[in-house]
């Protein structure tokens, strides 16, 4: 009775072990990729959700529009205050605001400051956001772009 395994057969078990170890591996590497490409994504669309959103709700229900250009918009609220959403553009840093305070963080960056268009009674908001930074690694880019048409309730 042999008791012994022969060289081939250790060589075809190691080998088959190997490719069951890269097979692993490559499903790791491809689900952590997946999983920084969804987080950005997720970054950029909550960044973009939450500036239209702010926009959105002080313009529908401002009394006036007091002064609309592509890269500004003065609004008069019903208790008579005036808001101010600008594309703030800093070097690089590329930002939505309100008054003085940002709208969207240090992690995102505007790609595009043309975001107003008026109408009589209505305002269109136009604009995209990417991640912010240098890389160029698929999975740590993202962009999208957030557009929405608002119509003054109190006029």
Not at 98 to 109: D, E, F, P, Q
Not at 127 to 154: D, H, P, Q
């Amino acid at each position: 009775m042999r008791k012994a395994f022969t060289l081939i057969e250790m060589v075809v078990g190691i080998g088959v072990f190997a490719a069951v170890i890269l097979m692993g591996t490559m499903m790791m590497v491809s689900t952590l990729r997946a999983s920084k490409k969804a987080a950005a994504v997720a970054l950029v669309r909550n960044e973009g959700a939450n500036a239209l959103g702010v926009m959105t709700s002080f313009i529908r229900y401002a009394d006036s529009i007091t002064s609309c250009a592509s890269t500004s918009l003065v609004i008069k609220t019903n208790n008579q205050d005036t808001v101010t959403f600008t594309c703030i553009v800093n070097s690089s840093d590329y930002y939505l605001a309100s008054n003085s305070a940002r709208l969207t963080s240090v992690n995102v960056k505007v790609g595009n400051c043309g975001i107003f268009t008026c109408g009589t009674n209505s305002v269109g908001i136009n604009f995209s956001l990417s991640k912010a930074g240098t890389s160029t690694l698929v999975e740590t880019t993202a962009a999208s772009t957030f557009e929405t048409t608002v119509v003054l309730r109190n006029k």
